[in-house]
């Protein structure tokens, strides 16, 4: 025996659900046509798209009396008022008239009226018919608006055509009830609490200062000596090793590309050199070297 009472979220995720799936596979079906010549692609396109959506629709609905986000949440289409299952005359009308009726009104009532002759009264037919649309749209969303708030209350019929038709999604085993654990929601709590922390605080720390501090007071000695003769021998960028692009110094007689030691010095203006420890005073102190004289 099944309950009469659907629960919204469980409506709303299997709708959504069954979204993302026709996109995941509407991606992969497009694939194989790319191939295909594009006035092909032009000219049937919407056709294609429209009989994939009706089998992506019709096929779970006429096997398994549900979508195939409905089946996750054992959800079947019953009729309503009724625990007997839907018909499938009504199951396939649901597939068609939600998937067809946009492509019927585009492709054979336009393409129809376009195809009159080009005179007065063929204008003033297409005029009506995109006065027709525009009225036929404010009224559908309109009535699409009241029937998602009387679903919010009722928990009955998510769609204007499962309105129409009278069907709606029904639970095919009795479901148990749920129950909350509050150690997981302090758990997850915890965790986001720490990921905006960090996300907030991390942006705040100066790394580059940080590491300058940690080489000049770790580094051994004798490393220093080592690693400020090669860099004075060979004229390379003291910080990347490389040969300087753009050289320039801040008053030491170390050289350093333009890019390293300004990123350094928008960072730390008080930077100290590694090498002689000759401090920094911000971008003011950069100059630049001739490298003809290097």
Known sequence: MTSDFVRRVDQLDANVLDEELLFLLNTQYR???IYLP?????????ELDVLFKFLFKYLPLSILKCTFGQSIFQLQYHRSG???????NKLCTLALISVCAPWFWDRVVRKIILSLPNNELSNKTLDASYVLERKFSAVHQLL???NLCIFLQKSTYLTLYERFLKVRPLYSEPQ??????SDNIDRELLWHGLSEFLGFALPLINITKIKGFFKRTFMPKSYKSHYRKYFIHNHLCSICGDIPNFPHNFGCSHVFCYYCISS????????????????????????????AKM
Not at 176 to 181: A, M, N, T
Not at 264 to 289: F, Q, R, W
């Open 31 to 33: 694939k194989a046509f």
């Open 38 to 46: 594009n006035s092909v692609l032009a000219r049937l396109g919407p």
């Open 82 to 88: 009724s625990h007997q299952l839907a018909s499938n």
């Open 144 to 146: 699409a608006l009241i």
């Open 176 to 181: 148990s009830i749920r129950s909350v654990q």
């Open 264 to 291: 350094i010095l928008l960072a730390d203006p008080a930077y100290i050199c590694l090498d002689c420890d000759v401090k920094a005073n911000g971008m003011e102190s950069l100059k630049p070297l001739d490298s």
